[in-house]
């Protein structure tokens, strides 16, 4: 049973910092499509950053330079920071992972406030 637990969000003031972790069980982070999708209030779920199974990185259109995905897979954890917030990253985070099926976290709440 395939399980992503997400944590880290919380609330922080605009030009500050904060970094998610994901803890997976029955699915490897390493060798798997597995990255951060973000959805802001009323919007739709977004890319933020993915590793693909070759382990390269992929992030969301101008999200790179502020935010970097991570892992390690000793812990079998992946993580997102994320710096320089700003209220527009406002939006729950979800640890996603795809390995056949696809696989959601009950998502993390982060609100950045101006």
């Known amino acids: 049973q395939v399980k992503l637990v997400e944590s880290g969000g919380g609330l922080v003031q605009a030009g500050g910092s904060l970094r998610l972790s994901c803890v997976a069980s029955?699915?490897?982070?390493?060798?798997?499509?597995i990255g951060w999708y973000r959805q802001p209030p009323g919007k739709q779920r977004d890319l933020v950053a993915m590793y693909t199974p070759d382990g390269s990185t992929h992030y969301g259109d101008s999200l790179k330079g502020r935010f970097t995905i991570s892992r390690d897979n000793a812990k079998n954890t992946m993580y997102l920071q994320m710096n320089s917030l700003i209220p527009e990253d406002t939006a729950v985070y979800y640890c996603?992972?795809?390995?056949?099926?696809?696989?959601w976290g009950q998502g993390t709440q982060v609100t950045v406030s101006s």
């Open positions: 996603h992972a795809r390995a056949g099926w696809q696989y």
């Open positions: 029955g699915i490897l982070v390493r060798g798997n499509t």
